[in-house]
């Protein structure tokens, strides 16, 4: 997410250097959420939430695109089905559990959304795996797991890691 | 043929996903009235909160566009 835009960026590519963009906004999301969930009802939040992104997004596309209505009433199927599921389920869920998970944990997790897509895609869609795609997958999954091997001196029994790290780093404070 | 622009393809989808959360916003309101929250606090927060959901859009959506090297729009046979 991080390393690749950002080798595309020394080599001037601007897809990567947007995609780039798009992951820091996202983590930034995932802080905010992480920050602001707790003090107000989530389902209200996702609500003003998704219709204040609608609205901007219907304030630029009319300025920039052509609206016909008569395709927006063709693919109103599986834009009710995006609606609902993804946005209305999927971001309310993420609301929901940033309240009390990490917002570390929340962004690994959540970045394993291309995993999930493939594994419901293949489940309910009956899409085809190739090898590109499970390599992919798999890729991630290992990546999602080193990311979580913590490299520290193992823990005495009845240690708190938390604990544990908060007194390395009071111990350095007072060193330093 | 015609074909949906992504901001207005983004535009419904939030705008149907705004809709089933006002659906269960009543419904909830209906079986458990008096649920806790400022509403002040409850749209600056959301504001803030789609502005940012809506920049990840806008650069991943168009980042990826250009990386295929296709047409910032999508039929609806990409959907």
Sequence with gaps: VIIVPLLGMLWGDKALVMTWL?????????????????????????????????????????????????????TSLPILYGGVISIGIDYTMQVVAQRAAKPAHAAIILSLESVFAVFWGWLLLGEILTVRVLSGSALMLIGMLISQIRLTRPLKPGQDREADQDSVSRRRQIQG | MQQIGPFILNGFHFLAGGITLLLVMIW??????????????????????????????????????ILLRAKPVLSPACM
């Design chain 1, 22 to 74: 798009g992951a820091f906004f996202w983590a930034l999301h995932v802080q905010f959420i992480a920050r602001f969930s707790p003090r107000v009802d989530p389902i209200r939040l996702s609500l003003v939430q998704a219709l204040f992104t609608s609205l901007i997004s219907f304030g630029v596309g009319f300025f920039r695109e052509a609206f016909v209505p008569q395709q927006v009433l063709t």
């Design chain 2, 28 to 65: 909830r309101m209906k079986s458990a009235p008096g649920v806790p929250g400022d509403l002040k606090s409850i749209l600056l927060i959301g504001s803030a909160a789609g502005l940012l959901l809506f920049l990840v859009q806008l650069f991943n959506s168009w980042g990826w566009f």
